[in-house]
């Protein structure tokens, strides 16, 4: 796995435009933050001016009546400015806490929603856990990014700017000294910044971006993990990942310590001539010694700035790093879209008609749809047959618009679904899928999740015709219970079940099948035919069928291979059909069962 920056914009010129977006959502913080800050800064560089009078008064001793009322001035104009500086910082830390965490939800929020609705294809191209840790790690990002930015740089600035015009009007070499320091300072450590340790803090990111995902692939998979006694093998795969997670990190970090090793040789060549120069106008008598108190206070907060310069920058840099990822989410293009001028469908009958469809897998250069035609009466239960690949699944998938058709197009009840919001087409069409997944809720809530506000009462009725009331009664909280991750705490069968009481409880007018009794033991799957039988009735319903045996009883049978409709009819037309592919399928099924059965 390689990773080019130079493939890559540079990822300050994409992550603060998108920052910078959010804070003008929030123009009134922003400016309150900005403004309590820069105040509190502006009181800050005044400082060293009335610690200068203070010194020159007391030099004059404290017989002079006029020395006295200066120093009791000064003092009184340094602790003014001491608690103007604490107020108005304060005012700038108490709004830039709910500025920052509004901003941080939003993004998050924001992330959430476009992952939500990112192709089927990004999903199953992407590692969940991986996922997770670009957005967490972004948030938490930003939060470093506001504090730089607002709490550190621009006060920063503040200082070395004000401190540099207000030195260069008593001496100008001195500002100049100071500025031209400040200048190759500031430049220096931008320029490492970006060019020397962001390159190496990229990789990090993408490494440790890489960790994540292999722990959250190995966890969830643990069930095959145990089930072949692989713990081992998986402890080497992580170790190999991590050591070279380790090696980048370790290259970033070194980085960052050659970088201020070289910003602190700056910071003493700059030093060095400040404090020689004022030493020389003293010499020379040009400053008084409150004139260098004045020079010497400011340098010092002057070299205290520009030292946090250096790191704020690398803070920068590094929060802009964590959240290219994240910012690369917002930027991505969601895959299936709805139209500009889309409305919600109404589905009363669910008759579904396919009109000269063209459908292309991106990547693949033949279309595994060329002109497909195919009309499914309200009602009426089709069953989907035919050899892996031949395109059953892709079938429902478009009806469910997970992917745009490349030509023609597809029709429920008359409505192009192209023009219908997605959400309004997939609440009207309940699917049970071969390998149900549920969420890590109680049973209640996974079964209640397309009728959020379905009654207890009815979530049970569901449960029973699913052939799940028995079984969930029997778990020590019942409806209560939590499944798991994925519901893993459940069998094979009961998740089957629960995915089925999901789909009764929805009462679509659609109803996708994916061999939802594939799952189930000889005594359930009956039970389960004959609720699915009742379930069916008076609705459109589409069965995937791996065993042909659950299809005997449908309306209609197509029979797929390469893309195309090959045969349709009734159980009974295509076994009729000598030298038939469905024909042939069934009887190959047969034979088989009838082994395993004779094995027994």
Request: hydrophobic share 50%.
């Amino acid at each position: 796995m390689t990773f080019d920056a130079k493939q890559r914009p540079a990822a300050i010129r994409v992550v603060m435009p998108f920052v910078f977006r959010h804070w003008f959502n929030q123009p009134l913080a922003t400016l309150t933050v900005a403004g309590g800050l820069l105040g509190a800064t502006v009181a800050d560089l005044f400082m060293p001016i009335f610690s200068g009078h203070l010194v020159d008064a007391l030099t004059l001793g404290p017989a002079d009546a006029d020395a006295r009322q200066a120093a009791l001035m000064a003092f009184g104009a340094i602790v003014a400015l001491g608690l103007t500086s604490i107020a108005m910082r304060m005012i700038g830390l108490q709004a830039i806490v709910p500025f920052t965490l509004k901003i941080m939800s939003d993004v998050a929020r924001d992330a959430f929603m476009r992952v939500q609705r990112f192709s089927t294809d990004w999903h199953a191209n992407s590692f969940a856990g991986s996922t997770v840790r670009k957005i967490t790690r972004g948030m938490w990002a930003l939060d470093l990014y506001n504090d730089t930015i607002l709490l550190a740089l621009l006060p920063s600035l503040m200082v070395l700017l004000g401190s540099m015009v207000l030195l260069g009007l008593h001496w100008t070499s001195l500002g100049l000294v100071i500025a031209l320091g400040a200048l190759v300072y500031v430049s220096m450590t931008v320029a490492l910044s970006i060019r020397y340790i962001a390159p190496a803090a990229r990789v990090s990111n993408a490494w440790d971006t890489k960790v994540g995902g292999t722990l959250a692939d190995a966890l969830t998979c643990n069930g095959v993990i145990k089930s072949f006694g692989a713990e081992a093998r998986e402890d080497v795969r992580l170790a190999r990942v991590i050591s070279r997670w380790r090696a980048r990190v370790r290259r970033s970090w070194m980085r960052y310590n050659i970088t201020n090793a070289v910003q602190l040789l700056v910071l003493l060549c700059l030093r060095g001539s400040v404090i020689g120069g004022s030493v020389l106008l003293w010499i020379a008598g040009r400053a008084s010694p409150g004139d260098v108190t004045y020079v010497l206070t400011s340098y010092y907060i002057i070299h205290a700035y520009l030292r946090d310069v250096g790191m704020h920058i690398n803070n920068l840099q590094r929060s802009v790093n964590d959240m290219e990822e994240l910012v690369a989410i917002h930027d991505e293009p969601i895959g299936i879209a709805d139209a500009p001028d889309a409305r919600p469908i109404g589905i009363t009958g669910g008759r579904i008609v396919f009109d000269r469809v063209t459908f292309l897998y991106g990547g693949h250069r033949d279309p595994l749809y060329d002109g497909l035609s195919v009309d499914i009466r309200a009602g009426e239960r089709v069953g989907l047959v035919g050899r892996s690949g031949s395109g059953k699944t892709t079938f429902v998938k478009l009806v469910q618009r997970l992917y745009d058709v490349s030509g023609g197009k597809i029709l429920v009840d008359g409505q192009d679904i192209a023009k219908a919001t997605q959400q309004s087409l997939r609440s009207q069409i309940a699917i049970v899928q071969q390998e149900p997944i549920l969420f890590h809720r109680t049973l209640a809530e996974n079964i209640a999740y397309g009728r959020p506000g379905a009654s207890q009462a009815a979530i049970e009725q569901a449960a029973r015709l699913a052939n799940a009331h028995d079984f969930i009664m029997r778990l020590p909280k019942g409806y209560g219970t939590l499944v798991g991750e994925r519901g893993i705490k459940l069998s094979g069968g009961e998740r089957q079940r629960v995915a089925l009481a999901r789909a009764f409880l929805a009462d679509a007018p659609v109803l996708i099948l994916d061999e939802a009794t594939s799952s189930l033991d000889s005594e359930s799957e009956a039970a389960i035919q004959e609720a699915m039988e009742r379930l069916m009735k008076g609705r459109t319903a589409i069965v995937i069928a791996h065993r042909l045996s659950t299809v005997q009883s449908l309306d209609r049978i197509l029979v797929f291979d390469r893309g195309d409709i090959v045969e349709q009819g009734s159980h009974a037309m295509l076994m009729a059909r000598s030298g038939g592919i469905y024909r042939s399928l069934f009887e190959r099924q047969a034979t088989e069962f009838a082994r395993a059965s004779a094995a027994e």
